[in-house]
């Protein structure tokens, strides 16, 4: 650390500044030597993958179960009773239990009547159940 000293009126006066232009050029040689090491420092495997001789699978369409003011249900649009909830959605997702289901239902629906609809969803082996609401314009 250095001191400079100043004249003023006949006595000496020492400045108080740190220098820091040593400190920036220290802080520049490490940021080069850190952006030229850290590409290197990354592990690289290498691996020969397997080939897949099938197309990946096209992304499905939404599973919507509405739920109607009078009750009534319907998976994506087409009414189904609801004793054979379990049979339509197992057509739509091809047996598969993982699908998410998207349901919704009308604002005039009471919570336990949506809580049955959710039961019935649970017992047909669904656990992926997602709610649909309105967005309201800002």
């Given at each position: 650390m250095?001191?400079?000293f100043k004249r003023?009126?006949?006595?000496?006066v020492a400045s108080?500044?740190?220098?820091v232009t040593?400190?920036?050029d220290v802080m520049l040689v490490l940021?080069?030597?850190?952006?030229v090491a850290a590409p290197l420092a990354v592990v690289h495997m290498p691996l020969d993958l397997p080939v897949a001789h099938t197309a990946a699978s096209?992304?499905?369409?939404?599973?919507?179960?509405?739920?109607q003011?009078?009750?009534?249900?319907?998976?994506?649009?087409?009414?189904?009773?609801r004793p054979q909830i379990a049979q339509a959605l197992g057509r739509i997702t091809h047996g598969d239990l993982t699908t998410r289901i998207y349901l919704r239902a009308d604002e005039n629906v009471r919570y336990g009547d949506l809580i049955?609809?959710?039961?019935?969803?649970?017992?047909?082996?669904?656990?992926?159940?997602?709610?649909?609401s309105r967005q309201v314009p800002e």
């Open positions: 250095a001191f400079e003023v009126a006949d006595e000496l108080h500044e740190i220098n040593p400190f920036i940021l080069v030597i850190f952006m096209p992304p499905t369409e939404p599973v919507i179960l509405s739920v003011r009078n009750l009534q249900l319907a998976v994506n649009d087409m009414p189904v009773a049955s609809v959710m039961d019935l969803l649970r017992a047909a082996g669904y656990q992926k159940v997602a709610l649909v």
